[in-house]
C-alpha cells in the first residue's frame, strides 16, 4: 500500500453556504421525528439575532440533537462542524454542500478556526459548534477545553446556547435503541459581541461550563418522562462496567431491563424513570450518573497513585480522508499516566506513535461502532488511528483514564510553571 497515493482530507478548504433548498430539506428531514416527540424548543431573548450571523453551542448526546438545532435555526442556514467518520458515512460532496466542515477529534486545527470566522463574517451564517466534540455517556456534561474559551474572544460574535435535554435518555450511546421519547430544548443568547471583549477567558469559561451542566437522568426523573422500553438497560453494562457490590470490572452484563454482575450475582432492575433498584440487598447508586462517578473516582486513584495501565491487543484502521477505512491488521494500544501508545504496521511502514499526556485532554470512544466492536479513535493532523479492542467493556474506563491523566498532568505543569516563576523572584 502506497501511502503516497491515499488522498487526505483537506481541511483548508472554504466552506459553503448552504442553499436555501438545503436549508429546507433539511429541516423537513427532522420535522417528522421532532413531531413523533412531541419536542419542544422555547427560545429566550432571541428576537435581535434573528437573521444574523452567531456562534451557537449545543450540548451532545445523540443524534437527535441535529434535528433539534436544525429546527431551533430554521429558515436560517448554518455552517456546523463533523468529524471525518461523518463524513465517510454520509459521503464528502453531500456534507460539503450542506455546509459542514470537516474535523479530526482532539487535534489543534488553524484552518478550521479561519473557516469558522469566514462562515460569520463573509458568508454570515450561524457556526454551530457541539464543543464536547462527544456524546455523554451518562447525561452528564463533557469536558470542554479552555480553548473554546479563546476562539470566542476571537471571533467577537455574539453568542448563543441550546441546551438540550432527553435525546441522552432516548438513545444513550451504549444502547443504540431509539425509544423516540420527548426532548426539548432552551434557546438564549449566552454572550453580547461587546461582553466578549471585555471577559477574560477565565470568565468566559466558567460561564460556558455553568450553562453546559446538566445531568439527563436527573432530568428523565424530577419531570417523570417514562421510558417503558423492555430492552431499556441493554448495553449498560458498558458504562457500569465495575461491580458497585464486589468490586469487579469487565464482569458486569445486561438484558431487557436488568444489570447484574457475572462474577458476585447481584442484580439490579432499571425502572421507567432511569433509576436502578436492586433485587436484593442495598442499592448502591439509584442514580446511574452517581455509579459512573465512583468509577472515574476509582480510575482517578490509579492515575494518582502510578498503578494505572492499560494494555490490549488491538485490530487496527485508519481514516486518512473521507472516502474510506483502511485495515492495518493487528496491533498493540498502551495507556500509561505518561501517555497512549500504539504500535503496529499502518501503509507497510512500522507504526510506534504516542501522544502524550498533555496532548489528549480527552478521547473519541465508540460503543460497538457500526456493529464492528468498541474502539477509541486517536488522531494526528494527517490520520486517525482507529483501535478496536480484544479486551471486553474497557473503553469507558479508558476515556475516565484520558481526561484524569490530563488532569493530573496539567496540575503538574502548572506546579512546575509556579515554582520556576518563584525562582526567579528570589
Request: proline letters at 4%; aromatic letters at 12%; one cysteine or more.
Amino acid at each position: 500500500m502506497n501511502e503516497d497515493k491515499i488522498k487526505h482530507f483537506d481541511f483548508a478548504k472554504k466552506p459553503h453556504k448552504p442553499s436555501f433548498m438545503l436549508s429546507l430539506a433539511k429541516h423537513l428531514l427532522c420535522f417528522g421525528d421532532l413531531k413523533k416527540r412531541g419536542a419542544q424548543i422555547r427560545k429566550h431573548d432571541m428576537e435581535a439575532l434573528e437573521g444574523k450571523p452567531y456562534l451557537l453551542l449545543v450540548n451532545h448526546a445523540s443524534m437527535a440533537d441535529f434535528s433539534l438545532m436544525l429546527r431551533a435555526t430554521h429558515p436560517y442556514p448554518v455552517n456546523n462542524v463533523m468529524t471525518l467518520e461523518g463524513f465517510n458515512t454520509y459521503t464528502e460532496p453531500l456534507m460539503r454542500s450542506l455546509g459542514v466542515l470537516g474535523k479530526r477529534k482532539f487535534v489543534s486545527d488553524v484552518s478550521l478556526v479561519r473557516n469558522i470566522k469566514y462562515c460569520l463574517d463573509t458568508l454570515h451564517t450561524i457556526f454551530v459548534l457541539f464543543p464536547e466534540a462527544r456524546y455523554s455517556l451518562d447525561g452528564c456534561d463533557s469536558y470542554i477545553p479552555d480553548s473554546l474559551g479563546g476562539l470566542i474572544r476571537l471571533l467577537r460574535v455574539p453568542v448563543v446556547m441550546l441546551k438540550i435535554h432527553g435525546s441522552f435518555v432516548s438513545q444513550p450511546q451504549w444502547n443504540k435503541i431509539d425509544k423516540k421519547t420527548y426532548v426539548e430544548a432552551d434557546m438564549y443568547p449566552l454572550f453580547a459581541a461587546d461582553e466578549v471583549r471585555a471577559l477574560s477567558v477565565d470568565e468566559i469559561m466558567a460561564k460556558v461550563r455553568d450553562a453546559f451542566r446538566c445531568d439527563d437522568f436527573a432530568w428523565q426523573y424530577e419531570n417523570r418522562i417514562r421510558i417503558d422500553h423492555p430492552r431499556r438497560a441493554e448495553g449498560l453494562h458498558a458504562l457500569l462496567y465495575k461491580c458497585a457490590a464486589c468490586g469487579a470490572e469487565g464482569l458486569t452484563d445486561s438484558a431487557g431491563d436488568t444489570l447484574f454482575c457475572r462474577k458476585c450475582g447481584k442484580r439490579w432492575r432499571m425502572d421507567e424513570y432511569g433509576r436502578l433498584h436492586a433485587e436484593t440487598g442495598e442499592t448502591e447508586f439509584a442514580h446511574i450518573p452517581d455509579w459512573s462517578k465512583w468509577e472515574r473516582a476509582c480510575v482517578r486513584k490509579e492515575v494518582r497513585d502510578g498503578t494505572y495501565r492499560f494494555e490490549d491487543e488491538i485490530r487496527l484502521e485508519t481514516l486518512p480522508g473521507s472516502k474510506r477505512f483502511y485495515r492495518h491488521g493487528k496491533g498493540t494500544f498502551l495507556q500509561t499516566p505518561e501517555g497512549i501508545t500504539i504500535r503496529g504496521n499502518c501503509y507497510g511502514k512500522p507504526l510506534d506513535l504516542f501522544k502524550g499526556a498533555l496532548t489528549l485532554p480527552s478521547i473519541h470512544i465508540e460503543y460497538d461502532y457500526l456493529g464492528r466492536g468498541d474502539c477509541a479513535d486517536v488522531s494526528t493532523p494527517d490520520d486517525s488511528y482507529w483501535c478496536y479492542f480484544t479486551k471486553r467493556d474497557c473503553v469507558t474506563k479508558l476515556s475516565f483514564a484520558t481526561e484524569e491523566i490530563f488532569f493530573l498532568a496539567s496540575e503538574q505543569l502548572k506546579e512546575r510553571k509556579e515554582a520556576s516563576a518563584h525562582e526567579k523572584d528570589r
